[in-house]
Each structure stands twice: as structure tokens, then as C-alpha cells.
């Protein structure tokens, strides 16, 4: 069984396109030990709250609760114990953080360019890739 941190845009993507290639990398992340922290969530919570998403794609507030709580619910919470300073954005150094501290094998992330390739033993993959290496 892997350790998977997934990034925010996939868990956004995951959410505004149903049946597509984040929404894929979170069911599939599902069948291992899948680990967020708080700022992920919030992250997610935050970006989705942008109105014009919500005019875009036309979901609820409560539809968007309701998702939050799903991802807790199918994850581990973890607040990192320690700081990262790895990452060309200093947001994704948080998401390292909790990759880091949860000795996760993969994050996953469509953002690759920001992350270090490999940082403490957490390899940092796209999602195409990952969906590759844990077919189901």
C-alpha cells in the first residue's frame, strides 16, 4: 500500500470535473493510505469558493461542504510537525510539509515544476503518471 498526498489542484479538479483525470487519481488514491493536512483542505475550501468557479460549473455551497467533508472522511488529517522551504511557491512548501512528514511515496500534483523532483524520499509525479503506476 502507497502513501499519496494529493495536491489542491487535483482535489479541485477532482471535484469540477467528475469522471475525469483528477476525479481518477482521487478514486484510485482512495485504495492506499491517502493523507491531506488542514492547509490542503483549506486550500480546497478557498479555491472553490471563488465565485466565478461557481458560476462556471454551477455547484452549491452545500455541494462544496459536503466535498470537504467527503475528503476528510476518506483521508488522514495530519498538521505537519515541521516546515519545508523547497518549492518555487511558498504555499506548495506546505503540501511538501505534509508529504514529508507522512513519508508519503507519491505527491501528486499537475504542478511539477514548482516541487522539487524528489525531496526527503517523496517523489513528486503527475497525474498521468501516477494513474500508470497503480492501474486498477
Known amino acids: 500500500m502507497l502513501t499519496i498526498v494529493l495536491d489542491t489542484n487535483i ?10 483525470e483528477s476525479w481518477e ?16 483542505l483549506t486550500e480546497v475550501w478557498r479555491t472553490l469558493r471563488v465565485s ?10 452545500a455541494e462544496l461542504a459536503q ?12 498538521t505537519p510537525k515541521r516546515s519545508v522551504r523547497a518549492c ?8 511538501l510539509a505534509c508529504a514529508v512528514d507522512v513519508h508519503a511515496d507519491y505527491l501528486v500534483t ?7 523532483k524528489t525531496y526527503r524520499g517523496v517523489t513528486v ?3 498521468g503518471k ?7
Open 130 to 136: 501516477f494513474l500508470r503506476l497503480v492501474r486498477p
Open 88 to 95: 518555487a511557491d511558498p504555499d506548495d512548501d506546505h503540501i
Open 11 to 20: 482535489l479541485v479538479g477532482s471535484f469540477l470535473t467528475p469522471h475525469g
Open 52 to 61: 466565478r468557479l461557481k458560476k462556471k460549473y454551477r455547484y452549491s455551497a
Open 125 to 127: 509525479i503527475q497525474p
Open 110 to 116: 499537475r504542478n511539477v515544476k514548482d516541487f522539487p
Open 67 to 78: 466535498y470537504v467533508q467527503h475528503l476528510r472522511s476518506i483521508s488522514r488529517v495530519q
Open 25 to 40: 487519481v482521487v478514486r484510485r488514491a482512495k485504495g492506499h493510505k491517502l493523507c491531506l493536512s488542514p492547509f490542503i
